[in-house]
Structures are given as C-alpha cells and as structure tokens.
C-alpha cells in the first residue's frame, strides 16, 4: 500500500518562498521516480516537476521553470519541492505523485502516475 503525504504549503505574498514536502510509504522509495502537480480552481492538473530515481533526470513544467526546484532524500524517502519567487497564477492544490513502474526517465503525464498525495493548499496574494 503505497502511501504518500504532502505538507508545507500555506499562505504566502508574491515574492515569498515555500517548500512542499512528500513523505512516502509503502514501496521502496529510492526504485522510483517522483513528480509534482498542481490543480487550480476549474482547471486541469499541470505538470510541475518530475524527478528520476537517481536524481539524474529532472524536468519542469514550463510556468515554474528557474523558480521550483525539485530534489529528493531517499534516505527519508521525502521528495521536496522548494519554490521561489512566487506569483498569484501558483495559488493550487500540490500533489505529489509516484508511477507504478520505475523508469529511467521520469514521466511528466499525470496519467502515469498511479500514486497520489492527498495535496497541500498553496496560496499566493498579490
């Protein structure tokens, strides 16, 4: 029973900096790429961030790219997302996200993604 938990978000100023945090279970964490998504409001899921098992391969979504940086601690089988500069267009629900097979290159497809987090709410004021 895979189990992952986001925490970290909250409220926040355009500007500010945040860092979400996924704790997983259930499987072994190091065997698995891990991603990060967000929905909004009456829109669909985004990709934000996808990182492989390793650490090697890591992408993002076009709206966050120079301003998150995904990382992970297998060692705490944690995956982070630590976000800066922060715009009122991030204001979202986060989930993280873990496939249901391992890859050597991380999907950015929510549809790949079997595993999710239950979300942590982020948002940013002008």
């Known amino acids: 029973q895979v189990q992952l938990v986001e925490s970290g978000g909250g409220l926040v100023q355009a500007g500010d900096s945040l860092r979400l945090s996924c704790a997983a279970s259930?499987?072994?964490?190091?065997?698995?790429?891990m991603g990060w998504f967000r929905q909004a409001p009456g829109k669909e899921r985004e990709f934000v961030a996808a990182?492989?098992?390793?650490?090697?391969?890591?992408f993002y979504g076009d709206s966050v790219r120079g301003r998150f940086t995904i990382s992970r601690d297998n060692a705490k089988s944690t995956v982070y997302l630590q976000m800066n500069d922060l715009k009122p267009e991030d204001t979202a629900v986060y989930y993280c996200?873990?496939?249901?097979?391992?890859?050597?290159?991380?999907?950015?497809?929510?549809?790949?993604?079997?595993?999710w987090g239950q979300g942590t709410q982020v948002t940013v004021s002008s």
């Open positions: 996200a873990s496939p249901k097979t391992p890859t050597y290159i991380p999907s950015i497809r929510s549809h790949d993604y079997d595993y």
């Open positions: 990182i492989s098992r390793t650490g090697a391969s890591i």
């Open positions: 259930g499987r072994t964490f190091s065997s698995y790429g």
